[in-house]
């Protein structure tokens, strides 16, 4: 029988509560909030913009649909392009809810990946905006990883991707890692594997996880990471939920995982 529900929420670390909502519904209440933060960021009028963009042509793609209704297609270039190529710190504010809410539940569009809003936000200095709108993305971070956690992850969101992405934001490393071991879901031991087996080379060879976002990130982290990965206790993680998980599961993920860990450094 699956655990209670997975929350990794503001300034509180791990909770367990059979009272709580689903981490879903949790990370869906948090991007409703910024909705609700940001509302005051009017839809910009003109864009400034490199000679490299046509601010005319964006502003049109990006105005053709009210803000809740932006597709990823519509939105995805222009979250790519903005501030370094396209607009500015407000204008990025007023589309960032509809980015972020993409970015949860819309996976892998280009210009829409948590490690790209992380960048984005790290250039907009964000620690200095209003207190309101930085406790509102820590939300949004925190409870999208908790569920990529619980998702499967070829079928969901990924841990990796949002883990590096609160890195980026500088948020802490090791209450994300133990919410992560901690979670009672066999597809946060399904992440732990897909993550292994994406850094296996990385992790032997140079004790760390590398490309990518990663090479972003301060080699400290990385190291820990990768320690977090090969240690006992997460092969005991993986070893415990092994039997419990579909055959295909079982076979191309978590014992790969484990074949991986044996591989010799």
């Known amino acids: 029988m699956p655990g209670p529900p997975f929350s990794y929420a503001r300034d509180t670390g791990l909770q ?6 689903s981490p879903a519904t949790e990370a869906r209440e948090a991007v409703e909030r910024c909705y609700a933060v940001f509302a005051d960021y009017p839809l910009p009028k003109t864009l400034v913009a ?21 597709r990823e297609d519509q939105l995805g270039p222009y ?38 809003i992380a960048g984005k936000l790290d250039y907009a200095a964000w620690r200095d905006w209003p207190s309101d709108e930085r406790s509102c993305l820590r939300d949004v971070f925190r409870l999208s990883f908790g ?23 500088r948020e802490p490393l090791e209450a994300a890692l133990e919410c992560w071991r901690a979670s009672r ?18 992790l032997r060879r140079h004790g760390g996880v590398r490309g990518g976002f990663w ?20 092969r005991r993680f993986l070893e415990t939920w092994a039997p419990k ?14 074949a991986e860990l044996d591989r010799p450094s």
């Open 147 to 169: 569920l990529a956690v619980e998702s499967h992850p070829e079928h969901g969101p990924s841990a990796e991707s949002w883990l590096c992405a609160l890195l980026r934001l």
């Open 215 to 234: 090479n972003e990130i301060d080699q400290v982290p990385q190291q820990a990471i990768a320690h977090f990965l090969l240690s006992e206790d997460t």
């Open 245 to 258: 998980v579909p055959a295909e599961d079982r076979f191309y993920l978590v014992d790969a995982a484990l």
């Open 50 to 70: 490199s000679p490299l963009r046509n601010p005319k042509e964006i502003l049109e793609q990006l105005s053709a649909t009210p803000l809740r209704e932006l």
């Open 79 to 116: 979250a790519s392009w903005a501030m370094t190529t396209v607009g500015t710190s407000s204008d990025y504010r007023h589309f960032l809810p509809r980015i972020l809410e993409l970015s949860v539940f819309v996976v892998g569009w280009l210009g829409l990946e948590p490690e790209i």
């Open 185 to 202: 879901s066999a597809h946060a031991a399904l992440q732990i594997a897909s993550f292994i087996i994406k850094e296996g080379k990385h």
């Open 16 to 21: 367990y509560d059979r009272r709580m909502s």
